[in-house]
T-cell receptor, first 113, second 120 residues
């Protein structure tokens, strides 16, 4: 199985909050990331969190990290139709090079009017 | 963040031909580049790590003779899909990184736009 796990699908009504959950396995990961991918497009980095932080907020996005449980979540406040996309969480893989990531399977978020 | 340009953005080729995908780091000297592959509705799987001036390191199950990687300069890495077949059709994405001693550890990988390869 994958080292990074996510639920595959989330449906949310416009204006509500979305919460996407992720679990990872490598406790030595330094950074954890959330990427957004729209259909046919590349990856857009939404936010990242350093492993010694518990929370990070950036406008409508809030990342929570529970290092003990190896659980990461992304909360999107006031979800809009433009937020419909696939969201990937990723952990950095400790190595002698930085930038190497292990991705989850992705969560498809569908925002309904 | 740094800008990584990947070309072409899409390509259609005949079965048996080879296709080269370029990944350029425009404003950053990338000593390391990563190549990922994404099948439809699936996650990104790391194929290989290329280090400037040395041979690439391939992940388990990736055929090094089929996916040739060259990283001859600090700003360019190429992935050549040799003798492509329909099962090689996929979305290929590169990202730029670096050696740990280059920075405090880096905060993000810089991704190209991706290349959609269709082999007919």
């Amino acid at each position: 199985g994958e080292d990074v796990e996510q639920s595959l699908f989330l449906s949310v009504r416009e204006g509500d909050s979305s919460v996407i959950n992720c679990t990872y396995t490598d406790s030595s990961s330094t950074y954890l990331y959330w990427y957004k991918q729209e259909p046919g497009a590349g990856l857009q980095l939404l936010t990242y969190i350093f492993s010694n932080m518990d929370m990070k907020q950036d406008q409508r996005l809030t990342v929570l990290l529970n290092k003990k449980d190896k659980h990461l979540s992304l909360r999107i406040a006031d979800t809009q139709t433009g937020d419909s996309a696939i969201y990937f969480c990723a952990e950095s893989i400790p190595t002698d090079s930085w930038g190497k990531l292990q991705f989850g399977a992705g969560t498809q978020v569908v925002v309904t009017p | 963040g740094a800008v990584v340009s990947q070309h072409p953005s899409w390509v259609i080729c005949k079965s048996g031909t080879s296709v080269k995908i370029e990944c350029r780091s425009l404003d950053f000297q990338a000593t390391t580049m990563f190549w990922y592959r994404q099948f439809p509705k699936q996650s990104l799987m790391l194929m290989a790590t290329s280090n400037e001036g040395s041979k690439a390191t391939y992940e388990q199950g990736v055929e090094k003779d089929k996916f040739l990687i060259n990283h001859a300069s600090l700003t360019l890495s190429t992935l050549t899909v040799t003798s492509a077949h329909p099962e090689d059709s996929s979305f290929y994405i590169c990202s730029a990184g670096g050696r740990q001693e280059q920075s405090s550890g880096g905060t993000e990988a810089f991704f190209g736009q991706g290349t959609r390869l269709t082999v007919v």
